[in-house]
């Protein structure tokens, strides 16, 4: 029988509501929210690897494949590519054992991670609202589930998250991102616990999974940094004046973060030590503290535009060729960054959550703004996924604050407000599904890139080195010329446009741009190479012989180059250390034919017929085995 008593009914349907409201925040919208967040990135499986680092990582990298001891091994102990993250290493593995070289599980599993980065994002942003607003929160459970949620949309589906998921090298952001917001997690609910020994569970998970993203990828060193900013706003353990901090209880708060900062240090280390070994950290000598301080003013604004007007994304914002501090564009988005942080400071009592959230995304972007500058990007979308996260925080913060009391929720301000965030959030979901279209293909990638830069010297590279694969010769020459007058001193540019003359027989014109790269970069092993095959083919051996003698001075075990100078060697009569040269190539790939049969007919010259027999019977073995190979099994061949 139903009561007409007030108060029972106020009794029995509070509990009804709370019930209903657990449930949704417990599990069915976290749910909507991953389904919601792959719907924009459904075009990713119809996506390729692109030559953009996948290659180099994946296609023509055979050591990660395999959970053996010589793969766990290289996993743990190599800087590839100039990183370090033996955890994305052991997850490109798995892919491996599961798809092969299948593109589509790669992509698969990146877009499965960044889903449920968007459920942990919620949850988090759930959180941090209730810390925020601790007593309209609780009366207003559905609009704090509605606010959150459109926090974690905001931030899963906007076109700057593109580059991260659909980009298969980029596994490192989305894998790194799940443990680091997995830390977050298990700090702040270590906070709300009471009891000691489960508060030092949950911190000593939170170290772990803090472990685990920096092995990942170290993008989140300044993590301690963040954990200090939460226990001022908007957990207040500690006062907003550091002074306090020396107090006794403040002090304990601050041992808390001692184990994450030697992780940090530690990481940190490693990074620079990977960037280093492959060459990519700019010295200060080439990168002046002027250009860093510009790239620092850009980048800081850059992101912010491009969360709020998300247009002509590119895969590669090229540096330029000269710029300085007091370039104009600089000189602006420096002065916006001074004034939105003393603006921000100023209403640090009133809007707390507005600092807090400036100083996050300061933080976070600061390994990435110039200072450590490694590879050729001014700025880049991938940058933008675990910094623009308190963007989105912040968005959300203000829907709930406006929506958050009964009066204003039939406002309207509540309403546009609310049509805004549906409106933005559809929106964003449409140029992230054209967005990761761009990344169809290699030749779809630097298409787009030239699209939105056409002095893009890297771009026209790229495009041109791509199509000259497919056989598209004109083409790739003249994307490489637009590239050499944008760009004149690239050595990998000349000597790529000298193979292309060479093809059409110009072999005068084909030398001239090898010299050129050679004076360029002295230690560019690959234009004396060149030159030498050059040389060889006019029949100059002697000047043949002398550029692959400093070819192999620079590459000492180059398969191509100790074949080519023991065929110039044997081709002008001296056998036997030409003979040395081919054995060597053969000890080190014994699966090159071509290394066999020159072998063999040395060893025919030098009357050893038996053994040279052997190697070309090994020559004809290796010929048949390739040919008999269909393109996918040599594509998921180790």
Known sequence: MTSNNPRQIRKSSKPAVLASAHVLAGWLLPALIALATVVPFLPVFRNDFVEWDDFETLIENPHYRGFAWPQLSWMWTTFHMGHFQPLSWLTFALDYLIWGMNPVGYHLTNLVLHAINAMLFFVLARRLLLEAFPVATEAQPRMLDVSAAAAALLFAIHPLRVESVTWATERRDVLAGLFFLATLYFYLTAYKTAAPARRRTRLALALAAYFLSLTAKATAITLPAILLLLDVYPLRRLSGHWRSWFAADARKILWEKTPFLVLAVLFAAVAIWAQQSAGALRPAQQYFLSYRLGQAAYGIIFYVWKSLLPIALSPLYELPNDFHLWTPLFVLFGAVAITITIGLFALRQRWPAGIACWIYYLVMLAPVLGFAQSGPQLVAD???????????????????????????????LARVSGAVAVTAIFGFAALTWRQTGYWRNTETLWTRALDVDPNSSLAHYNLARHIARQGRYQEAVLHYQRALAIRPADADTLNNLGLLVARNGELDRASEFFTAAV???????????????????QGRLDEAIQNYRQALKLNPDESEI????????????QLEEGTGYLQKAVALHPELADAHVVLARALV????????????????RLLKAQNSMTPSAAAARP
Do not use: W
């Not at 100790?562 to 009569?573: F, Q, T, V």
């Open 605 to 620: 010259g030098l009357g050893n017929k038996t053994e040279a027999e052997k190697h070309y019977q090994e020559a004809v």
């Open 382 to 412: 991938r940058y933008s996924y675990l910094s623009c996260m308190s963007l989105a925080l912040l968005a959300a913060g203000t829907l709930f604050y406006v929506l958050r009391d009964g009066n204003h929720a039939r406002s309207r």
């Open 519 to 537: 004076k360029v970069d002295p230690g560019y092993g690959k234009a004396f190479f060149n030159m030498a095959r050059i040389l060889a083919r």
């Open 562 to 573: 100790l074949i080519g100078i023991g065929d110039a060697l044997i081709r002008r009569g």
